[in-house]
């Protein structure tokens, strides 16, 4: 079975601030995939971001970027310099081998932006 | 570039009638997933479809069908209605082949109420 944990619930943040967000997975497969969708006020679920489990190398993509560390299971995606467009629940989300691509997702993180 | 349709956006039921939702994936898509998300909570997965078979089951009651038709579209027929299926209703799809790898890509989602 998988799980998905960000202990998260809320995060506020002054524009221009620099916010993280925390992930820690369970899983016993040994491939498996770490995602992180944002949904906006507005309720669509809108992909951001997709890791392997076989490549630790941490990305900058635009103001995004994440921490993916296997020995600790964890899966962190930062907001840099964050907009209060940036303002929606992120969640994290793992699908494993024996999932068939189910998506397991945590309980979201709120980010709160003003300006 | 086109996205997940998913209709109605809205719907209002009694208790004890029931609705049909509808899911036009993204073209060249076969797999279609359902999402329920309740208020406050992270979605839970409840049924996918692969090449029109039935790949994977979650936690999806007893009272709910769903299929995938021959365009890959997909409803979710929902029957006896109670108050607690008020939730926010997603679908996703995602290129051929059950995988976990792939990317779901969802819709804006179908909101039902329950009254």
């Known amino acids: 079975a998988q799980k998905v944990t960000q202990a998260q619930t809320e995060i506020s943040v002054v524009e221009k601030e620099d916010v993280t967000l925390d992930c820690v997975y369970e899983t016993r497969d040994t491939t498996y995939y770490l995602f992180w969708y944002k949904q906006p006020p507005s309720g669509e679920l809108v992909f951001l971001i997709r890791r392997n489990s076989f490549d630790e190398q941490n990305e900058i993509s635009g103001r995004y970027s994440w921490n993916f560390q296997k020995s600790t299971s964890s899966f962190n995606f930062t907001i840099t310099a964050s907009q209060v467009v940036d303002s929606a629940v992120y969640f994290c989300a793992l699908s494993a081998t024996d999932s068939w691509g189910k998506l397991q997702f945590g309980a979201g993180t709120q980010v709160v932006v003003t300006p | 570039a086109a996205g997940v349709i998913q209709s109605p956006r809205h719907l209002i039921k009694e208790k004890r009638e029931t609705a049909t939702l509808k899911c036009y994936p993204i073209?060249?898509?076969?797999?279609v997933y359902w999402y329920q998300q309740g208020p406050g909570q992270d979605p839970q997965f409840l049924i996918s479809f692969y090449e029109k078979m039935q790949s994977d089951k979650g936690s999806i009651p007893d009272r709910f069908s769903a299929q995938q038709f021959s365009d890959y579209h997909s409803e979710l027929n929902m029957s006896s209605l109670e108050l607690g299926d008020s939730a926010l209703y997603f679908c996703?799809?995602?290129?051929?082949?059950?995988?976990?790898?792939?990317?779901?890509?969802f819709g804006a989602g179908t909101r039902l109420s329950v009254l």
């Open positions: 996703a799809s995602s290129p051929s082949e059950r995988r976990s790898e792939n990317i779901q890509y």
């Open positions: 073209p060249r898509h076969d797999t």
